[in-house]
T-cell receptor
Framework: QKEVEQNSGPLSVPEGAIASLNCTYS??????FFWYRQYSGKSPELIMF????GDKEDGRFTAQLNKASQYVSLLIRDSQPSDSATYLC???????????FGTGTQLKVEL | DAGVTQSPTHLIKTRGQQVTLRCSPI?????VSWYQQVLGQGPQFIFQ???????GRGNFPDRFSARQFPNYSSELNVNALLLGDSALYLC????????????FGPGTRLTVT
């Protein structure tokens, strides 16, 4: 079992729609979860972090965490073409002082 | 405020050579972590340094080494380069050692020929 599972995509959504990105993780002890956005050829950019069960909203982004199900998701409302990127899910842990990343989900927002 | 800076941006080396990559964290951040990202994969953890001491090491061979300086900047060294070392090397900065948010620099693209 991979430490972090993400659907590689591509996930295609029309402009203005809600994009839903999902991630499961294996380390039950992890307390911190992160979403990074990575444009092609660029480095990852931190867009959301969540530490507690439930929802956390920041602008058009909502992160959802369910520790019992070991599941974290990212919702992007009113998707824009500029949101087209790879979204990386990560958690703190997986054996050591480190972020453990998934392979990312490619999101395409179409006009 | 300046973000994380890394140098050089791009680098081309030959198999067997050695390379040194440099990173300066965000002002006020005391921890630096290094990651390797190959195409199509998420970043893989190499090292974490906090207060000039190694606090974590990933599953990389001893050819990889790093250090942190009193001003919290850091260097990653890779000896005896292999073709498989070609990747984007990312430096991440955080306030402390624990599970704090990590902010990445622009990365160094290393190509080994």
């Amino acid at each position: 079992q991979k430490e972090v599972e993400q659907n590689s995509g591509p996930l295609s959504v029309p402009e203005g729609a809600i994009a839903s990105l999902n991630c499961t993780y294996s380390d039950r002890g992890s307390q911190s979860f992160f979403w990074y956005r990575q444009y092609s050829g660029k480095s990852p950019e931190l867009i959301m972090f969540i530490y507690s069960n439930g929802d956390k909203e920041d602008g058009r982004f909502t992160a959802q965490l369910n520790k019992a199900s070991q599941y974290v998701s990212l919702l992007i409302r009113d998707s824009q073409p500029s949101d087209s990127a790879t979204y990386l899910c990560a958690f703190w842990g997986g054996g050591g002082n480190k972020l453990t990343f998934g392979t990312g989900t490619q999101l395409k927002v179409e006009l | 405020d300046a973000g994380v800076t890394q140098s050089p941006t791009h680098l081309i080396k030959t198999r067997g050579q050695q390379v040194t990559l440099r990173c300066s964290p965000i002002s006020g951040h005391k921890s630096v972590s290094w990651y390797q990202q190959v195409l199509g994969q998420g970043p893989q953890f190499i090292f974490q340094y906090y207060e000039k001491e190694e606090r974590g090491r990933g599953n990389f061979p001893d050819r990889f080494s790093a250090r942190q300086f009193p001003n919290y900047s850091s260097e990653l060294n890779v000896n005896a380069l292999l073709l498989g070392d070609s990747a984007l090397y990312l430096c991440a900065s955080s306030i402390g050692q624990g599970s704090y948010e990590q902010y990445f620099g622009p990365g160094t693209r290393l190509t080994v020929t």
